[in-house]
DNA sequence: CGACTACTTGACAAGGATCAAAGTTGGTGG
DNA sequence: CCACCAACTTTGATCCTTGTCAAGTAGTCG
């Protein structure tokens, strides 16, 4: 960022980066917290409202159902920095700070189960198990947040987008889906600010790894990987441009 | 970032970002922590010295008692991400996964606790109070990896610098320090590191601040804030150099 | 007092930001 | 069904911050 921007607009996003706590495979241990889950309330929120803000009482954490949420914190003169994308399956809102630290919102219509952080609290204290996996889950963001701090510390534009879709495509892979084809629900502006660039160079960007047959883009949300070996390579600094 | 930068060095540290786990006042609860760490051994770490690498299965967490660690990440063209800079009271190695995922090197002749990671969970099982502990513990850590995040992907150079010096000020502050003289222990190298930035910039944007009256240097380490005010808005986005 | 190592400073180059404008896409209403 | 409009994206030209290359200075240790 080289200089001042305060005309940071709107958004539409999607996309993500840390795996999410409870994957059923895991959790069977007791049952306990998807137990809890269950008991949750569902909230739905439309595209660009918030779920939560910087500073809101810290009441609930939230579990994506279905849409896409971005977290995100600004600067006083309205830079923004997205800290991660979560998408169905992730959740939002851990942390034992009892105010958000960030600010939450929907860049697509958005479902979330939320869980009341006493219940939840009053479980962990009663229940290790489920004290363990708050630690285990918020571990997790942990390395995926210092991840995304060596991309954004060490790492020119087009390493960031080839570590950003190499991302997205594990997302997939993980998740059974094709890793080949990448879907980007989010703005360009969003993933600008994800990747500390401006909106205009992750489009030069993109368009330049098209030409060098990295990748194809179709209607500007679907990212087709041609050669996810060199783009690995790109983002862990093994290759040049 | 511009480009490649293969050349990397050594280096010499301190710096600190995050708050450790364990403050006396707010542990009171029932003193299982500190019985813990009392009961771990203790392990000199001579400077430069590693006290784990990637890849090392995670069996101890350590609390810095003298010294200063840092925890990195490399790409694998050497180039070096500093995460965090680990001081007397600070640990390093939590977090759930089963191997490190950083390397922890140690800036000075160091001291550190070590506690086994299996007696800790296993107390853990036990006892909801310490597993909830480990919880509140990393979430400082990924608050205050949130904000380095911030800082590298929005801030100027001379924003990093502000936000670093004000960030270590306030860890003075925290423990009765002088809040306007900060010692920086580390290498300028690795404050570039940290900071996303060369080792030149380091240097010439620190120059910078002190012909504009922003602080003044010491023997290169010693740097006295004089107007932490405006440093504070420099970070902040709300001054423009 | 040399040989290191760390830091500072200068000149220059390059990556990415800024400014500007044109091309796409999608929704609305006639 | 199409014209129009707003929002988003792409592309181009230019500028600026920071990186790179290269000396030069200053402490340290033997």
Redesign the interface.
Known sequence: ????SRDRVRRTEVGKINRDAHQPTTVRHRGHVEQHWADGTVRRIEAKAHVFTQGDAKTHVYKVASGAVCLY?V???????I?EFALPGDVVG????SVQ??NAQAIVSTQVQCLPVAAL?KA?????????K???A??????A??????C?????ACERLAAFLVVLSRRNAARGADPRIVKLPMTRLDVA?F??LTIETVSRTLSKMKRQGLIEIDQITIVRLKDDGKLLRLA???A?V
Chains 1, 2 share one sequence.
């Open positions: 960022m080289l200089s001042t914190t600067l006083t003169d309205g830079r923004r920095q800290i851990l942390g034992a700070a630290a960030c609290l962990a204290k009663k229940d290790p198990e489920i004290a363990l708050l630690y285990e918020i571990s997790r963001e942990l390395l947040t210092r991840e995304h701090l060596l954004l510390g060490q790492r020119g600010d990747l500390g862990d600094g093994g040049r």
